[in-house]
């Protein structure tokens, strides 16, 4: 994250000096933060960094406006954008009576989660489970649900999903998808597992 | 359906699903914002008439999932009133026929239509 950072402010200084002989060390250090961009893990400070991220390009491209590697950039400052919008959240560990209020407090205190992932076998309690679902509703700005009953071992009782439920997750009024489905298998365009024959 | 590209259909033989269940609720209705939604190797109860309101809806994807009634939805028709449905995709053991008024779908752009070959799964 230092060397980010480091380059970020050393490109803003390059920029700010407006010395077109620069830009080549400014190309390379545009390549340089792409790379180690992917490698950025913590969120809350990715989300910090992108819009840093941002500035510094658009500042690039308005010193630079004939700047044949400007087309680049506004395409990077677009998947910058769309990239620091998703915020994920994943819950799976398990949730009893003994951490439930903890993760909740998580999601409260969490700013701008997005895309909600929870595996429903990890929860002991479909009570849990609702305080969890409201939690989520009341808190969060979703546009991604995926509820999994996920098929490992798990201690709880058996929770289906039913109309209450279904009550809650309609409260999530920014919604996008929605996706509900037992078991680790992903992508449903493709009809070809084992049952198929 | 002037963009229907790809329809598939197909009939397969039945395999174990899970034990799991959903039960929709008229409330689903109020997503209404919802683009994408996905149901993947459950048993589910009839999709309510409510779900005419998802008028965003691009892809409803009810993939490997049995139906706990004869119906897939309980109001058929419903589904023709999903004006941006583009991709329809339909896979299970209680659709025995394509639900009706599916033709009035402006849309589509894609239905895979796949269903098991047995007349009840126990």
Do not use: C
Not at chain 2, 47 to 75: C, G
């Amino acid at each position: 994250m230092y060397t980010i950072d480091k380059n970020l402010k050393e490109i803003k200084v390059l920029i700010d000096n407006q010395k077109s002989k620069n830009k080549r060390i400014i190309d390379e250090k545009l390549d340089f933060i792409q790379k180690e961009k992917e490698k950025i893990e913590s969120k809350a400070y990715r989300s910090a960094m992108y819009t840093f991220a941002i500035e510094s390009l658009e500042n690039f491209i308005k010193k630079y406006p004939y700047s044949r590697r400007n087309l680049y950039i506004k395409k990077d400052i677009e998947k910058i954008k769309r990239n620091s919008k998703k915020v994920h959240l994943t819950i799976k560990e398990q949730v009893n009576k003994g951490n439930v209020d903890l993760l909740r407090r998580k999601i409260i205190s969490s700013k701008g989660i997005s895309d909600v992932h929870i595996f429903i076998k990890k929860f002991d309690t479909d009570e849990n489970f609702k305080r969890i679902l409201n939690t989520i509703s009341k808190y969060t700005n979703i546009r991604s649900l995926n509820l999994n009953f996920y098929n490992g071992k798990w201690k709880g009782e058996s929770i289906d999903l039913n109309k209450a439920h279904f009550q809650i997750i309609s409260k999530m009024s920014n919604l996008r998808a929605l996706t509900i489905k037992y078991g680790g298998y992903t992508g449903s365009s493709t009809y070809f597992g084992p049952f198929m024959g | 359906m002037n963009k229907l590209k790809v329809i598939k259909i197909k009939a397969f033989p039945p395999r174990e699903l899970n034990g799991y269940r959903i039960q929709f609720d008229n409330s689903i209705g109020n997503l209404q914002g919802l683009k994408i939604l996905k149901i993947e190797n459950l048993n589910i109860g009839p999709i309510p008439s409510s779900i005419r309101k998802l008028k965003k809806l691009e892809t409803l994807d009810i993939t490997r999932s049995d139906t706990n009634s004869d119906l897939i939805f309980a109001n058929p028709e419903s589904i023709s009133r999903l004006i941006n449905l583009k991709n329809l995709v339909l896979v299970g053991y209680g659709m025995d026929m394509l639900p009706s008024k599916i033709d009035t779908l402006k849309s589509i752009e894609s239905i895979n239509y796949i269903w098991f070959k047995i007349e009840k799964y126990t």
